[in-house]
């Protein structure tokens, strides 16, 4: 239906969809370049005419998005394919029975070189290596200018390597080096930076802290959740930015749950600070999220928090369900997270579940507790110990940034698929 859509439309989109389908036949590469050609072209619309776009893609689909992006942006736009060397070479990859593939690329076009294009070369320099001196003396020149091959060790995206502070846990998280290079050549300071497929938000951790607006989109609730606790650990309150297409009320909610089961959770988590757990489809085992926290000192043992979300009618057996889970993953307390108000007798069942005490404190948090979407709407959170600084380490915690006025920004939850980060 996309392609058919897009042919359609007429023009020379529709003349290389035409084509590139003769090339591929039906097949999963030609949905793929259907679901992106309708969105690049909204992109050339919405790119200002000194505008710069940068497409990501791996050496399977480059050469094809190559010629669909010729027939949106013009052939005569294309200014560069940049090769990015991103990762590096482990023993698993280097055990393929074939050369080891280890870059990705970037394809760069501008909306019209007749109109000039935000091009800061001053900044395309690398510095010289320590002791250089210039051959026959006279003035240093900046530096080395980067070429289209960029393989320096601070762009490598090391999966993000499991001991780097930048790591989030996201699989397609790209270095922000790799983005602060990019969004500082090709725009200035208050210029708009626009991430359709955002993940974990590394363009928009990079554009705020080099002072840049930004609009960042995603489809999924997981992904809008890691991003404003990325914000808040980098920028620590400084990035202002608001959120559109969440759920701010119960009628939403309910809207979102009968839409889609597993987003209404992952909303659901993001209320309180949760992870989603790591499952398989319908063995869950229980647990819909986990929330971390320390309460022993930055030594001490990591306390965690069960959480189960319930969009349907709640009863007595969930709380127990919980209770048991709770007790087999040895966890410090449960949480029943509802979208339909409670019964006395789950109340009641959470209250005579106990209670967790803080080794660093005499205060006494509820071992099961109840929390409806609408107190969680209206501000009620978790009870647990977070007086304690650093006491959530439920996500990994972006390194702080740097951040200048005038970043006014904004997040989109969409109701498309994005393909990559």
Known sequence: RAFQEIVEA????????TALRGLVGDTDMLA??????????????????????YLHCDPTASHYLKALMDAVFGAGNFRREIIWRSGWV???KSRAQNWVRNHDVLLYYVKD????WTFNKDL???PHAEGYERRGGGENPKG???????DEVGLYSPWIKSFSQEKLGYMTQKPVTLLERIIRVSSNPGDTVLDPFCGCGTTVHAAQALGRRWTGIDITHLAVTLIKHRLQDAFRGAAKFKVIGEPVTEREAEALAAEDRYQFEWWALGLVGARPADKKKGADRGIDGRLYFHDEGPKGKTKQIILSVKSGKPGVAHVRDLRAVVEREKAEIGVLITLEHPTQPMRTEAVGTGS??????????????????AELLAGAGIDYPLRQAGANTTFRRAGRGMVRDGSQSVMYRTGEKPSGE
């Not at 007429?10 to 969809?17: F, S, Y």
């Open 10 to 17: 007429g023009g020379p989109v529709a003349g290389k969809m």
């Open 113 to 116: 070189v007749d109109a000039g």
């Open 356 to 373: 967790y005490e803080s080794p660093w404190s005499t205060q006494r948090h509820p071992r099961i507790q109840v929390r409806t979407v």
């Open 144 to 150: 080395v200018a980067i070429d289209d091959v960029w």
């Open 32 to 53: 793929y370049l259907s679901m992106m050609a309708p969105r690049l072209v909204e992109l050339k619309r919405v790119l200002k005419p000194t505008g710069s776009i």
């Open 124 to 126: 395309a320099y690398r």
């Open 90 to 92: 482990s023993g698993f």
